[in-house]
């Protein structure tokens, strides 16, 4: 008895020094609260080793990656159209995410994971339509929370 209650305080002390890793929900709308053709959340703060999992909540949506809006290393991402997809992000910094067919319209969305080390580099990309002025407004609420820690 007294090994079992041994074994199980280890496995708990062994636990709680580990830390899972989380998951977000971003969903792709046609409309949200923030207007028409959105990620809700558009900006999505978590840890490495943390997944999003983007919802195709309404059709003829996609998440993937912004070409040059990752950190250096990072592996690009396309999900398929009408399809949720959930991505692992292991490498630290910022990642712009897009909806294809919707980009134009500004349905773009920023992932933050741990450090924001490339921000410069992502806020460098360029962006046309609306995506442009969405980005804008994005890396406005990521400064304000930064000034806010």
């Known amino acids: 008895m007294r090994k079992m209650m041994s074994l199980a305080a280890f496995a708990l002390l062994m636990s709680a020094g580990m830390t899972l890793a989380g998951e977000v929900e971003v969903k792709m709308l046609n409309k949200g609260a ?9 900006l999505v703060r978590i840890e490495p080793g943390d997944t999003v999992k983007f919802v195709a909540t309404d059709k003829s949506h996609n998440a993937e990656s912004i070409k040059n809006m990752l950190p250096e290393g990072a592996a690009p991402f396309a999900g398929k159209m009408n399809e949720n997809v ?64």
Do not use: W
């Open 86 to 149: 959930a991505v692992t992000f292991d490498k630290p910094g910022v990642y712009g995410v897009k909806c294809m067919p919707h980009y134009a319209m500004g349905m773009v969305a920023l992932v933050v994971v741990g450090k924001p080390e490339n921000l410069e580099q992502a806020k460098a990309v360029p962006q046309t339509g609306k995506a442009k002025q969405i980005f804008a407004t994005l890396f406005d609420r990521l400064s304000q929370q930064a000034a806010a820690k």
């Open 34 to 42: 923030e207007g028409l053709m959105v990620f809700e959340p558009s």
